[in-house]
Every structure is written in structure tokens, then in C-alpha cells.
T-cell receptor, first 113, second 116 residues
Framework: GNSVTQMEGPVTLSEEAFLTINCTYT??????LFWYVQYPGEGLQLLLK?????DKGSNKGFEATYRKETTSFHLEKGSVQVSDSAVYFC????????????FGQGTRLTINP | DGGITQSPKYLFRKEGQNVTLSCEQN?????MYWYRQDPGQGLRLIYY???????QKGDIAEGYSVSREKKESFPLTVTSAQKNPTAFYLC???????????????FGEGSRLTVL
């Protein structure tokens, strides 16, 4: 079945550091890929998405490129802020089902000032 | 403002009791979902519903039940048959037409259930 594997956390960085959170997936066909973010005490919010190979999703300074050849969708940001501290989830669409998403286990990111 | 409202935010239950978590949305979305979140395990799908009066089991439906009598509402009952119910429960919704291409889910703020 479809699955998503994320970089183990937690990740702790200093403010203005470069961020990469790795995400790889296993899927049949051509799923869409997503990054969701969960701030403390809240539900998840869509951060960015990509619907086909070589697409780059971007939002709030975060970027991720849909790499079919490496089955990856790594999240990057050039200069992180304290406000980026959150849990980040990589996900893919279940193309066989009814808009079901398959989530990775989440990566907790803490940014220190 | 449109959104998804989950209640209660925190809930304590004694072993052997059933509890019902509420989820209401005013986004006019057709599809609704319940996910369970445990530390280090990400989100796992419990049940989902694409239209009123219809719902499907997700990956971990055992010990849970749902109903979808109204488009706006999708309550989840955690029964005494659920062996390890302590978790954070998230409700979400989507519009199938958009979700087919974007897959975007809109989430509530969650309900934290603790079994004493």
C-alpha cells in the first residue's frame, strides 16, 4: 500500500539556520504530495502541495519539489524563525480511495532564538 | 467565519464508558474524516464519509462508531471496545471536487481524550 516516511525528529535549530526535513514515499500511480503543519495545541494546516512530478510547492518561505525519480518531497527553508516551531507532516493522496490522505509520522521542529 | 468546530477540547473517561466527540463544519463540504494522532505515529484514519448517510471504515475503525445524518455533522463515538483510546482526535473535511485534484483537508483543533 501507499506509505510516507519522514525524517526522524525532533529537530532543533537556531534562528536563521537552513532547514531540510526529508520525506520519501511509496505509491502506485501518480499521487499528489503535501506538507501540513501543526502549531502547538492546534489542528493541521496545509503548508504547500505539488500535484505532479517536478512541481515545486511553496508558501511562507518553505519549498518542496516533487521528485518522482527519487520518490521524495523534501521540505526546505532558507532561514527559519522561532515562529516556525511546529510539527510538520508529509502526506500523499490515496488515488484509489475517496480523497484519503496517508500521513508520515511527523517531525517536531524547534527553533531557538 | 467558516471552519470546523470540535468539542470538547479535553475529555476524561473512565474505563468501560462510551464517549462521543462532536465535529461540526460550516464549510459546506461533502466529505468528512476522523483521524487519530499518537506521538511518533502521525495520523491514522478511523472513519470517513463522502456523503450524508454513508461512511466507510478507515485503517483503525475497531472500537469506534460514527454517524452522518447531516452534512454539517460527523460525530465519533469511542466505545468501551477500543483498547487504547487515550489519544488526540482530529476531524477534517474536504470538498471532493477540489480534493480530487488538491487533496486539501481542513482540520478542526482536535479533542484530547484521556482514559483514567
Amino acid at each position: 500500500g501507499n506509505s510516507v516516511t519522514q525524517m526522524e525528529g525532533p529537530v532543533t535549530l537556531s534562528e536563521e539556520a537552513f532547514l531540510t526535513i526529508n520525506c520519501t514515499y511509496t505509491a502506485t500511480g501518480y499521487p499528489s504530495l503535501f506538507w501540513y503543519v501543526q502549531y502547538p495545541g492546534e489542528g493541521l494546516q496545509l503548508l504547500l502541495k505539488a500535484t505532479k512530478a517536478d512541481d515545486k510547492g511553496s508558501n511562507k518561505g518553505f519549498e518542496a519539489t516533487y521528485r518522482k525519480e527519487t520518490t521524495s518531497f523534501h521540505l526546505e527553508k532558507g532561514s527559519v524563525q522561532v515562529s516556525d516551531s511546529a510539527v510538520y507532516f508529509c502526506a500523499l493522496s490515496d488515488i484509489q480511495g475517496a480523497q484519503k490522505l496517508v500521513f508520515g509520522q511527523g517531525t517536531r521542529l524547534t527553533i531557538n532564538p | 467565519d467558516g471552519g470546523i468546530t470540535q468539542s470538547p477540547k479535553y475529555l476524561f473517561r473512565k474505563e468501560g464508558q462510551n464517549v462521543t466527540l462532536s465535529c461540526e463544519q460550516n464549510l459546506n463540504h461533502d466529505a468528512m474524516y476522523w483521524y487519530r494522532q499518537d506521538p511518533g505515529q502521525g495520523l491514522r484514519l478511523i472513519y470517513y464519509s463522502q456523503i450524508v448517510n454513508d461512511f466507510q471504515k478507515g485503517d483503525i475503525a475497531e472500537g469506534y462508531s460514527v454517524s452522518r445524518e447531516k452534512k454539517e455533522s460527523f460525530p465519533l463515538t469511542v466505545t468501551s471496545a477500543q483498547k487504547n483510546p487515550t489519544a488526540f482526535y482530529l476531524c477534517a473535511s474536504s470538498t471532493p471536487g477540489e480534493a480530487k485534484y488538491t487533496g486539501e483537508l481542513f482540520f478542526g483543533e482536535g479533542s484530547r481524550l484521556t482514559v483514567l
